[in-house]
């Protein structure tokens, strides 16, 4: 990647499940999965099927590393626990690599704690290998909207979110915000900031209403970009309303009252294949224009 100190990678766009067909090339097929780095640090978004793909560029990376990024402490941050963006996970290269140490922070998801999710989906019943097997080093962190993330040159921290702000000299921070659109047990939104004042707003599985969600219109006020949830068309909407997904007219929206430079439509549906993905894109910047169709492999540099 690039030599600017905070930066976005997209490797998966996906949502539900990788396509089944060969219609879908030009957009990407792999579920929902992102990288951030910011100053020295790795930070990832969900694991979807495109974990693999990052995992694979993280490993040649650190083939040919230069010392200015931290490949041996990753930090993972997830929306929520469903399958789809947690599938990758087993198959991620860096898993089984013994001096990879792994920052796991999610919030929990219903009753449930990421760790446990995790120990169930590699347990000897679904995958040959389990999680305790792993030769790499995984320390678990709860989070929640009234907490903050935050990186600083020799590490991260998190702090409850009133004394957060008394910090500084922090490198980037992560803050979230729950949305209960999605079931069962609903989604976590991330903003993911720089030091300088650049933000990245990520929305996946949420279900726009009339009005838009003001919570998320005022999360995502003036960021440089706004991914959003777009999986289906208004036609789709209505047979599939209360699934926890919007359309591209909502993610529009909420684009247009929060005032964010840059929106990305995100989650395409499996069965949605680059013709209609890009007829989309289209009707969407009649409401939207700097939207965008999210894109595996799509950089952003600031």
């Known amino acids: 990647m690039s030599d600017h100190l905070f930066r976005l990678k997209i490797y998966g766009v996906r949502g539900s499940y990788p396509p089944t067909t060969d219609n879908g090339h ?22 979807g099927t495109g ?9 040649q ?48 998801i219903l009753t449930y704690s990421l760790e446990q999710v995790l120990e169930f989906l590699m347990s000897p019943a679904l995958f040959p290998v389990t999680l305790n097997e792993l030769p790499s080093r995984r320390t678990f962190y709860d989070f929640s909207e009234n907490m903050v993330a935050l990186f600083f040159d020799h590490g991260f921290e998190i702090h409850p979110a009133s004394e957060a702000a ?19 047990g609903g989604a976590y ?10 933000k990245v707003v990520f929305a996946t599985d949420v279900e726009g209403f009339v009005g838009n969600d ?25 047979m599939f309303q209360g699934f926890g997904h919007s359309t591209y007219e909502m993610a529009c929206a909420v684009a247009k009252e929060a005032g964010v430079k840059k929106l990305l439509l995100t989650h395409h549906d499996p069965k949605h ?30």
């Open 61 to 108: 990376e650190m083939r040919q590393a230069d010392g200015k990024q931290n490949y041996k402490k990753l930090h993972f941050f997830f929306s929520h626990l469903h399958i789809d963006h947690l599938m990758g996970f087993p198959y991620f290269l860096l898993n089984y690599i013994p001096d990879i140490e792994m920052h796991m922070i999610s919030p929990r």
């Open 166 to 184: 008394k910090i500084k000299n922090w490198q980037g921070k992560v803050s979230c915000l729950r949305n209960y659109t999605h079931p069962k």
């Open 26 to 47: 030009t957009y990407g097929v792999n579920t929902t999965c992102l990288r951030f780095d910011i100053e020295k640090h790795v930070v990832i978004f969900d694991a």
């Open 51 to 59: 974990i693999i793909n990052l995992g694979n560029d993280l490993f």
């Open 273 to 302: 294949g680059d013709e209609l993905l890009a007829q989309l894109e289209a009707k969407a910047r009649e409401i939207f224009p700097q939207t965008h169709v999210a894109t595996e492999f799509m950089e952003f540099a600031f």
């Open 214 to 238: 003001q919570r998320l219109v005022n999360f995502a006020r003036d960021a440089d970009i706004l991914i959003h949830d777009a999986q289906y068309t208004l036609e789709e909407y209505a």
């Open 189 to 198: 939104i991330y903003k993911v900031e720089s030091h300088n004042g650049k």
